[in-house]
């Protein structure tokens, strides 16, 4: 029983065009939640969070927006840069600690 | 500054044989956490603890064991290593405060045969 889904397992972009990638969750404790990116043989690398109390968090080209009712979220990356291919992993928490990781989602900027 | 350092990269294990994978992180966080991800899967947790001499367990602990003597370092240990636990693991630390996000290890990739 997946917690935190995303549902398209990859996504293929244009340079310069936007980027969305989607995630839902079930549980509706949650009230914390992360975007990590990962690169082939690395780690994931924390990338933007945002808490329940806000629907939108902006940093630089990512933009994390939050929809408690549909207990929704997404990650938009504008504009896209070929760099930004990579597999990005969305996180949830109750509690901000021990975090819940959905599949991922295979980005691929295309030139 | 190293960060998570994880050891080894890459090990095969003979089933029923035992090892540990090391993780070290040098930025005094007091949480440190085990994960483990299988192909299409998001990561799973294994252990956490949140400062020495405290551990718990996580989502997917059976077939592991952890400690935590020291801040710095998170050893994981598999006894008796079976098939299922072929994945790549990672170790991540977060000084407390989530919003600064995991810290993680460049992970080890172990397959059991």
């Known amino acids: 029983d997946q917690q935190v889904k995303q549902n398209s397992p990859s996504l293929s972009v244009q340079e310069g065009r936007i980027s969305i990638l989607n995630c839902d969750y079930t549980?509706?404790?949650?009230?914390?939640f992360l975007w990590y990116k990962k690169y082939p043989a690395e780690g994931p690398t924390f990338l933007i969070s945002?808490?329940?109390?806000?629907d939108k968090n902006e940093d630089g080209r990512f933009t994390v927006f939050l929809n408690k009712s549909a207990k929704h979220l997404s990650l938009h990356i504008v504009p896209s840069q070929p760099g930004d291919s990579a597999v990005y992993f969305c996180?949830?928490?109750?509690?901000?600690?021990?975090?819940?990781f959905g599949p991922g989602t295979r980005l691929s900027v295309l030139p | 500054n190293a960060g998570v350092t994880q050891t080894p990269k890459f090990r095969i294990l003979k089933i029923g044989q035992s090892m540990t994978l090391q993780c070290a992180q040098d930025?005094?966080?007091?949480?440190m956490y085990w994960y483990r991800q299988d192909p299409g899967m998001g990561l799973k947790l294994i252990y956490y603890?949140?400062?020495?001499?405290?551990?718990d367990k996580g989502e997917v602990p059976n077939g592991y064991n952890v400690s935590r003597s020291t801040t710095e370092d998170f050893p994981l240990r598999l006894e008796l290593a079976a098939p299922s636990q072929t994945s790549v693991y990672f170790c991540?630390?977060?000084?407390?405060?989530?919003?600064?996000?995991?810290?993680f290890g460049s992970g080890t990739r172990l397959t059991v045969v």
């Open positions: 930025m005094n966080h007091n949480y």
């Open positions: 945002i808490s329940s109390i806000k």
């Open positions: 603890s949140v400062g020495a001499g405290i551990t």
């Open positions: 996180a949830a928490s109750a509690s901000g600690q021990n975090f819940v």
């Open positions: 549980n509706s404790m949650f009230d914390y």
């Open positions: 991540a630390s977060v000084t407390g405060r989530a919003s600064y996000g995991y810290t």
